[in-house]
């Protein structure tokens, strides 16, 4: 093979790289710091995921395009005011009392951490390393009170009426007025301050302003952690201070990441490159809300298939709005199935498949299943599976070989099929009764079965002999026939394939009893 044979990848993370290549050779830089931030005042969600898998195949094909090091940095905003109760932790009167202070100065209404802001972040970092991500942990409490901002917050402060008239435009009459990139920690009560700066000391370092409740003037250091800036500014001053050379953020932030870059520039600084990927939608189409409750959580979608699946539904058009309800749950699981054997196979450029970003570009033996999940749902809905010793016998007449111990990743999406079919598939199973028309091929498709071979490629042929044969509108319509009336659902995979895992005789004898139903009213 010569290196004209060699295709370059064309994946979407391998595109960011090379932005992220070219901007380090602007720069002289001779390592990467990808970038993800978190806001630590409720737990870790599908969006967490997503930006962190996301960002570390960006960095998986950064290091295999230059070989440099990188390193992820996953940022806890932690130092942000409580803004709200959330409704889903205890102790809400205590909570109460402590709005309006950082989320480090906020006592853990679980009482395991020493602060609100502490106990969810390590809820992050735990939700993190149950992935495996690689990355490195960042608290803004830490940054800002150790000093490591200090130089950048010196920049912000000579700046501080270029960065103000960046922002101010975007916002309504009264808070214009009062905006100020940064925000005072009340000397008395804790409470970060949205107030009107009467003076900027650069050269002491500090801000004055006024207690709009009192009338008392302080005068404040911008160091150490007793003032921080508005998330913006804050964005903008992390991204000048660390040298952060790549982010993505969502379609919400359109106008925030133009924001924060421009004041990153009149810090005379480049800003990183940025990405932005489109929002997830529920079934209905309209964007998921955490208040309205109509999204998919991580821990439901695991509850019904692998984390691998997760990942390849996360990997395919970030840049495109992705419908995330439980139905998507069996197509993205087969999609990654499919990764996989192409993978394994050779098929295409590595480097252009979901499953070598997936697993670090290292498949474990293990990855696979000779048999897809969605057609151990259709197994599952035709035997009305309550649990996975019901699937298993069709399974090892189909591929004798296959067991929980030699195939582990098959034993798990068994698990996951009978979860699956009991909680999504069993409450919404209607059959429905057959036509004249689709009684006389599923009379042939019986007679064709007795002598018809059990290989599924001969299967799915066979079965569109018989479609042919009659006088369907197209090839669609019969195989909605046969998931319809025989499984009583909508759709499924290759039907061959699901006859030769539940067998010919078992099949020939499904017709029979959906034959033996009145046929269905003529049009």
Request: charged share 25%; proline share 7%; hydrophobic share 40%.
């Amino acid at each position: 093979m010569t290196d004209q044979d060699i295709k370059s990848p064309t994946s979407w993370p391998f595109r960011e790289a090379e932005r992220v290549a070219q901007r380090l050779a602007r720069s002289g830089k001779t390592h990467a710091l990808f970038e993800t931030g978190y806001g630590p005042s409720g737990l870790p969600h599908i969006g967490t995921f997503m930006e962190v898998a996301r960002t570390s195949w960006i960095r998986l094909a950064f290091s295999k395009l230059t070989g440099l090091p990188s390193k992820l940095l996953a940022f806890s905003d932690d130092m942000d005011a409580l803004r709200k109760v959330p409704g889903n932790v205890p102790r809400q009167e205590m909570l109460q009392a402590y709005i309006g202070q950082p989320l480090t100065r906020v006592p853990d209404p679980f009482g395991t951490h020493a602060s609100f802001g502490a106990h969810n972040n390590a809820r992050l970092r735990a939700f993190l390393d149950g992935f495996g991500f690689e990355y490195e942990f960042a608290s803004s409490t830490d940054y800002y009170t150790s000093g490591r901002f200090n130089d950048a917050l010196r920049v912000v402060a000579a700046r501080h009426d270029i960065i103000r008239d960046i922002i101010r435009p975007t916002l309504g009459p009264e808070r214009r007025a009062t905006y100020s990139p940064i925000l005072p920690l009340h000397p008395r009560t804790g409470v970060v301050m949205q107030v009107a700066i009467d003076a900027v000391d650069v050269d002491a370092g500090s801000v004055t302003w006024r207690d709009p409740e009192t009338g008392a003037v302080f005068e404040t250091s911008i160091y150490d952690g007793a003032a921080k800036l508005q998330w913006k500014a804050d964005w903008a001053m992390r991204w000048y201070a660390l040298g952060v050379d790549y982010e993505m953020s969502g379609k919400d932030l359109i106008d925030s990441v133009r924001l924060s870059s421009a004041i990153v520039r009149a810090m005379d600084a480049e800003p990183p490159e940025t990405f932005t990927y489109e929002l997830f939608l529920d079934d209905k189409g309209q964007k998921i809300s955490k208040s309205k409750g109509n999204g998919l959580s991580v821990e439901e979608w695991l509850n019904y298939a692998p984390a691998e699946s997760l990942g390849q539904f996360m990997f395919a058009s970030p840049q495109r709005a992705k419908r995330l309800f439980f139905d998507v749950i069996p197509r993205a699981t087969d999609d990654y199935l499919t990764s996989v054997d192409a993978l394994c196979a050779g098929t295409g450029t590595a480097e252009d498949n979901p499953a070598w970003f997936i697993h670090g570009g290292v498949i474990p033996n293990s990855s696979g299943s000779p048999v897809p999940f969605g057609m151990l749902l259709n197994l599952a809905s035709v035997v009305n599976a309550e649990t996975p010793d019901m699937l298993w016998g069709f399974i090892r007449a189909y591929r004798p070989d296959a067991n929980p111990d030699s195939s582990p990743f098959l034993a798990r999406l068994v698990d996951f099929a009978v979860k699956y079919y009991q909680d999504f598939v069993k409450p919404t199973k209607r059959y429905r009764a057959a036509t004249e028309l689709e009684r006389a091929a599923l009379h042939d498709l019986a007679r064709a079965l007795a002598t018809a071979p059990s290989d599924a490629d001969a299967l799915q042929t066979l079965l569109y002999d018989v479609g042919k044969r009659h006088a369907f509108a197209s090839l669609k319509d019969w195989f909605g026939c046969l998931y319809q009336v025989l499984l009583g659902q909508s759709e499924g995979p290759r039907f061959g394939g699901f006859i030769a895992l539940y067998g010919v005789a078992p099949t020939i004898s499904l017709i029979e009893r959906a034959l033996a139903r009145e046929p269905a009213a003529a049009d």
